[in-house]
């Protein structure tokens, strides 16, 4: 089973100009005909995670606009296969903890933070109803911990320290690092993890092969890692996949961070 916990799903309308053609760089073949269709949406997306014996999949939306909740018809449609996540920039709209609770309701899975690009660093107090809501409700908050390429991303609001404090004010709120602090904090985010138990980091964004290296103890916190591939800006996911499951870990460990914590983490049918 394979779990990916972060991919990006939308329209080729809803798509931010940067997030194709990073898409169109770095992207394989298959892929790109997805993408050139109508964008990661519909069955066509369906159909790839399927052929890249993807199970399930968080599904983060790819644009810039205040209120981003579109993941929840592609989830709905989905049939269990996606998780969607939700996005708001409270600055800019004044209901976002309302219609995140109500968005809740409707399916989300969780919330996504993304303080390089909205320049909303992830200990703004405008963010904590947000994390009110989703600490009472129990899902996860995926905050983007790492370098970033698009133009314009300042990434000090990356910062893991930044993600410490949240962790902090929120002790029963459980955050996802992601790209687990590519670049800069690698050791930060690892340590984070192994400091607060609350505290999850997801590799999507990073070579496999590289991970042990980044992460020379990842065993020590083996129960709180995901797996993840940032599609469609990354190599096929069954690629990765594969070049994890070549890594030298104990094979429990490897399924652990493929698919059975992600399953453990949002409560998934494993049967
Ligand atoms: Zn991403």
Not at 95 to 106: G, L, M, Q, Y
Not at 143 to 169: N, Q
Not at 195 to 204: A, D
Not at 243 to 267: C, G, Q, T
Request: glycine residues 6%; hydrophobic residues 40%.
């Amino acid at each position: 089973m394979i779990v990916d916990c972060h991919l990006h799903v939308g329209t080729r309308e809803q798509w931010i100009p940067e997030g194709l053609a990073l898409a169109a760089d770095v992207a394989d073949p298959e892929t790109l005909e997805v993408l050139e269709r109508n964008g990661s949406a519909g069955p066509s997306m369906l159909d790839y995670l399927r052929a890249q014996e993807v199970d399930v999949a968080v599904a983060i939306p790819c644009g810039r606009e205040s209120v981003q909740e579109y993941t929840l018809d592609e989830a709905e449609r989905s049939g269990g296969r996606l998780l969607p996540f939700v996005q708001y920039d409270p600055r800019a709209e004044p209901t976002a903890c309302r219609r995140f609770a109500d968005a809740i309701d409707r399916g989300a899975r969780g919330l996504k933070v993304h303080p390089c690009s909205t320049q909303l660093p992830a200990n703004d107090r405008s963010l904590y109803p947000l994390y009110a809501v989703a600490e009472e409700r129990r899902i996860p908050v995926t905050i983007h911990v790492g370098s970033s390429v698009f133009p314009g991303a300042k990434l000090r609001y990356c910062d893991p320290l930044l993600v410490d404090e949240v962790a902090c004010d929120f002790p029963d709120l459980t955050l996802i690092c992601a790209h687990a602090g590519r670049g800069f904090w690698t050791d930060q985010v690892f340590n984070l993890t192994r400091m607060r138990p609350t505290v999850w980091m997801e590799l999507s964004g990073l070579p496999a092969k590289r991970v042990p290296q980044y992460f020379p103890e990842l065993d020590r916190v083996a129960d709180r890692v995901l797996f993840g591939s940032d599609w469609p800006s990354s190599p096929p996911i069954s690629r990765l996949a594969k070049e994890f499951r070549a890594l030298p870990y104990p094979s429990s460990m490897i399924e652990d961070i493929l698919w059975r914590n992600a399953a453990r983490l949002f409560s998934l049918p494993t049967a």
